[in-house]
């Protein structure tokens, strides 16, 4: 076999390896399917966990913690408006990144439905 030659990221230092784990632990953020569905509503514009509810047909206690979890990890931000606290994409990047991975997906749909790897987590 012939191989060209390869780069491999080597790790600098400590840091660097924090700062992977941390990436990897944000898009497992949004790896949850709920969770992804919530940022796609969202990205329409903002709403109560009681519109979210009604909107996508799951219970109030799984919208909140779900969203509980977006707020913490940074993808969503709360406005309180009167008694009602709205919730939105904080970061337009939010958008971009989420209209990238639907275009990667799209390129590789046949292989990411195939794969078995992931799942098994």
């Known amino acids: 076999m012939v191989y060209r030659h390869i780069m491999f990221r080597q790790y600098d230092s400590e840091a660097d390896a924090v700062a992977t784990e941390l990436a990897a632990k944000y898009f497992r953020a949004l790896g949850d399917p709920t969770r992804l569905r919530i940022i796609d509503v969202l990205m ?3 709403l109560t966990v009681t519109e979210l509810t009604k909107h996508l047909r799951i219970a109030q206690s799984n919208v909140s913690n779900h ?10 931000t709360s406005e309180s408006r009167g008694k009602w606290t709205y919730y939105s994409v904080s970061n337009p990047q939010v958008r971009t990144m989420i209209g ?4 990667l997906v799209n390129a590789n749909a046949e292989h990411v439905a195939a794969c078995t790897r992931i799942d098994a987590g």
């Open 44 to 46: 329409e514009g903002p």
């Open 67 to 76: 969203i509980a979890c977006l707020r913490w990890c940074g993808l969503v």
């Open 100 to 103: 990238l991975v639907r275009e």
